[in-house]
């Protein structure tokens, strides 16, 4: 039976892993479209050249036929300037969920960064799986899009639930550290080997003595008469304790308390 931590653990990492995989079909799915589109637009403009019929024809089309190019002053350009962006984008969250370079993140783009949660990125994946999914295009790209969609969703809930603890919940490294610490750390100075065990307690000195030079100079005397001695050379006294009885124990009787009563009851006997 695993931790209740082991079972978050898991499912966030089945969600990270979903939404790599999800942006590494996108990312496919961009190249192929517009690797489509280009050759679209190129046999367009050939057969514009060759069929005057087709070029009129054309006019009245807001597409190029067969792709997804608006049919407009700079269509294929910004079509594939926003094939490039979202290629851009898919990039830039990939690292994102595998939290490579986490300092560029924080310093340049801390949404993405440690110290927030997965909302943003679901959100950021929302918008270009709708952006996608905006435009007539082939199957591969229509499923990448709405797989996306729907993780970014599930992203934007997860994030809503852990908010900015999801990141350290679901970090590998986070979960060794967290797995070495089965004992409480020791304290700072005292399980230390490099520490000093003393520090001139009984000497004055700001330098630190290690155990045999604290031996070599303050020689124990026991517990015996000798010690005894020292120790009430410098003010410790040892209390013996009171001689005390148990409760359920007879109270002693002495020989001359008994010798008494023997002499009283021989003289009342005469």
């Given at each position: 039976m695993?931790?209740?931590?082991?079972y978050?653990f898991?499912?966030?990492?089945?969600?990270r892993?979903?939404?790599?995989?999800?942006?590494?079909?996108?990312f496919?799915?961009?190249?192929?479209?517009?690797?489509?589109?280009v050759?679209?637009?190129?046999?367009?403009?050939?057969?514009?050249?060759?069929?005057?019929?087709?070029?009129?024809d054309?006019?009245?089309?807001?597409?190029?036929?067969?792709?997804?190019?608006?049919?407009?002053?700079a269509?294929?350009?910004?079509?594939?300037?926003n094939?490039?962006?979202?290629i851009?984008q898919?990039?830039?969250?990939?690292?994102?969920?595998?939290?490579?370079?986490?300092?560029?993140?924080?310093?340049?783009?801390p949404?993405?960064?440690?110290k927030?949660?997965?909302?943003?990125?679901?959100?950021?994946?929302?918008?270009?799986?709708?952006?996608?999914?905006s435009?007539?295009?082939?199957?591969?790209?229509l499923?990448?899009?709405?797989?996306?969609?729907s993780?970014?969703?599930?992203?934007?809930?997860?994030g809503?639930?852990?908010r900015?603890?999801?990141?350290?919940k679901r970090?590998l490294?986070?979960w060794?550290?967290?797995?070495?610490?089965?004992?409480?750390?020791p304290?700072a100075?005292?399980?230390?080997?490099?520490?000093?065990f003393?520090?001139?307690?009984?000497?004055?000195s700001d330098?630190?003595?290690?155990?045999?030079?604290?031996?070599?100079?303050?020689?124990g005397?026991g517990?015996?008469?000798q010690?005894?001695?020292?120790?009430?050379?410098k003010?410790f006294?040892l209390?013996k304790?009171?001689e005390?009885?148990?409760?359920y124990?007879?109270?002693p009787?002495?020989?001359?308390e008994?010798?008494?009563?023997?002499?009283?009851?021989?003289?009342?006997?005469?």
């Amino acid at each position: 039976m695993l931790p209740p931590r082991a079972y978050v653990f898991i499912g966030l990492n089945i969600v990270r892993v979903l939404s790599i995989i999800a942006l590494l079909l996108l990312f496919g799915s961009s190249i192929f479209t517009m690797v489509h589109d280009v050759e679209a637009v190129d046999a367009s403009i050939a057969a514009k050249k060759t069929n005057a019929t087709y070029a009129s024809d054309m006019l009245d089309c807001d597409y190029f036929d067969g792709s997804t190019v608006p049919n407009q002053p700079a269509g294929p350009a910004f079509a594939v300037v926003n094939r490039l962006l979202i290629i851009f984008q898919v990039i830039v969250l990939i690292m994102s969920e595998l939290g490579w370079p986490m300092k560029l993140f924080d310093t340049y783009f801390p949404i993405l960064g440690s110290k927030f949660g997965v909302g943003a990125l679901g959100v950021i994946q929302c918008l270009i799986g709708a952006a996608v999914l905006s435009h007539h295009v082939d199957d591969f790209s229509l499923v990448s899009a709405f797989f996306l969609f729907s993780i970014g969703c599930l992203n934007v809930v997860v994030g809503l639930i852990w908010r900015a603890s999801v990141k350290p919940k679901r970090s590998l490294t986070a979960w060794k550290e967290r797995a070495k610490d089965v004992l409480p750390p020791p304290v700072a100075g005292l399980m230390s080997s490099n520490q000093p065990f003393m520090s001139g307690v009984f000497t004055g000195s700001d330098r630190p003595m290690s155990p045999e030079e604290v031996l070599a100079t303050r020689p124990g005397f026991g517990f015996g008469r000798q010690g005894e001695k020292k120790a009430a050379l410098k003010g410790f006294l040892l209390a013996k304790p009171v001689e005390s009885l148990p409760r359920y124990a007879s109270k002693p009787t002495s020989v001359q308390e008994s010798g008494q009563h023997a002499d009283e009851d021989g003289s009342t006997k005469e």
